[in-house]
Nanobody
């Protein structure tokens, strides 16, 4: 059984930082493209960052220079470092493991709230 479990969310003030984790069981994350997505209140889910098997990465324009995605294959975990957080970053953050055109696994999400 495949499980992706996100953690690390919380309430933080503007300008603050958080590190989200996505721990996998049942699959090897090194074999998948891993992505972090988010869904804010009243908004559609959007891609935030991805890391490919080659360890190359890409980011949404809105988070470039502030967020960093990384992978620890020994821990079978993917991270998203969130720095200089803004109120508009408030969302539920999800991780996704993707292989090919149709194989996707999603986590249950972790809430990030940026507010003073």
């Amino acid at each position: 059984q495949v499980q992706l479990v996100e953690s690390g969310g919380g309430l933080v003030q503007p300008g603050g930082s958080l590190r989200l984790s996505c721990a996998a069981s049942g699959i090897l994350l090194s074999m998948y493209t891993m992505g972090w997505y988010r869904q804010g209140p009243g908004k559609q889910r959007e891609l935030v960052a991805r890391i490919f098997n080659s360890d190359s990465t890409n980011y949404a324009d809105s988070v470039k220079g502030r967020f960093t995605i990384s992978r620890d294959n020994a821990k079978n975990t993917v991270y998203l470092q969130l720095n200089n957080l803004k109120p508009e970053d408030t969302a539920v953050y999800y991780c996704k493991a993707n292989k090919g055109a149709t194989l996707d696994y999603w986590g249950q999400g972790t809430q990030v709230t940026v507010s003073s």
